[in-house]
């Protein structure tokens, strides 16, 4: 008897470190966008909050949103705008409004052609393919074909467009050379894998405005707190330096 009592303490503090753990992981479905700046907010929000664990999921915004409908287990959505989490909120399916988190911008990126021209680029001999987000699920492919129709660039250049599932693999698409031009995140082209490795023009805002993007708290995260301090954490000031070194605007915050 007194063997069990001497065990007792031990199984009863291990099964509230597993208790604990448990309660610390947050799910997270990201915008692909978010891929590279989100990684490095993770890194240093796991150095603040020891213990934590942030599972994320990424893809486009159309195609998580679905998911989510669909009954994905996600605590958090960063979508990379703000349609899709109204869509989210329409069905009841968040506790809380959206919050804006950031501004994105859409970039032309080439492995090979000088884009200072900007725009009129796409009307090259040499361009055979141009890469561009599917306009219905990613966000920065909807600006991208909106800016080239003001213009009056789309109609010129629709047959040559090669459509890709969501703005890290439209990347892939130009960084591969399958595409002599790709339209993508400014965020992408600032990272690791693509910085200086290629030519990239950021389009101006009156041509293609900068894409407010909002993340919404799904129903069920208040079993686990961890998803709102993350949520709370990237819209802080601590986070402000990451954003700004992948070219996002800062949201005003309260």
């Known amino acids: 008897m ?3 009592l001497v065990f007792l303490p031990i199984l009863l503090f291990l099964f509230g470190l597993i208790s604990c753990t448990k309660e610390r992981k947050a799910t997270i479905a990201a915008a692909a966008n978010l891929r590279y700046v989100l990684e490095e907010i993770k890194e ?10 942030l599972q994320i999921t990424y893809g486009s915004s159309g195609t998580l949103t679905q998911q989510i409908i669909n009954g994905a287990p996600f605590d958090l959505f960063m ?3 703000t349609k899709f989490p109204g869509k989210l909120e329409d069905r009841g399916l968040t506790s809380a409004s959206a919050v804006n988190y950031c501004y994105g911008r859409v970039a032309m ?3 090979t052609l000088n884009l200072s021209q900007g725009l009129s680029a796409v009307l090259l ?3 055979k393919k141009i890469a561009i987000a599917n306009p219905d699920n990613a966000p ?3 600006n991208s074909v909106n800016a080239l129709k003001k213009q009056d660039l789309y109609d010129k250049i629709s047959k040559r467009i090669v459509w890709g599932e969501n703005i890290n693999q439209t990347a892939q698409y130009a960084f ?5 031009i790709g339209f993508i995140a400014l965020s992408l082209a600032l990272a690791p894998e693509m910085k200086n490795k290629g030519h990239y023009y950021v389009l101006p805002e009156d041509i293609c405005p900068p894409i407010a993007q909002a993340a919404v708290l799904i129903n069920g995260w208040e079993k686990n707190g961890e998803a709102s301090r993350f949520l709370d954490y990237i819209i802080s000031s601590k986070c402000d ?3 700004k070194k992948y070219g996002y605007g800062l949201a005003k915050k309260d």
Do not use: C, H, T
């Open 2 to 4: 007194k063997r069990k």
């Open 44 to 53: 240093q929000y796991l150095k603040d909050y020891p213990g934590a664990d």
């Open 79 to 81: 979508s990379a705008d």
């Open 109 to 111: 990126w080439s492995s």
């Open 125 to 127: 001999p040499e361009v």
């Open 140 to 142: 920065y492919g909807l």
């Open 176 to 180: 591969s050379g399958n595409a002599e």
């Open 241 to 243: 330096n990451i954003w």
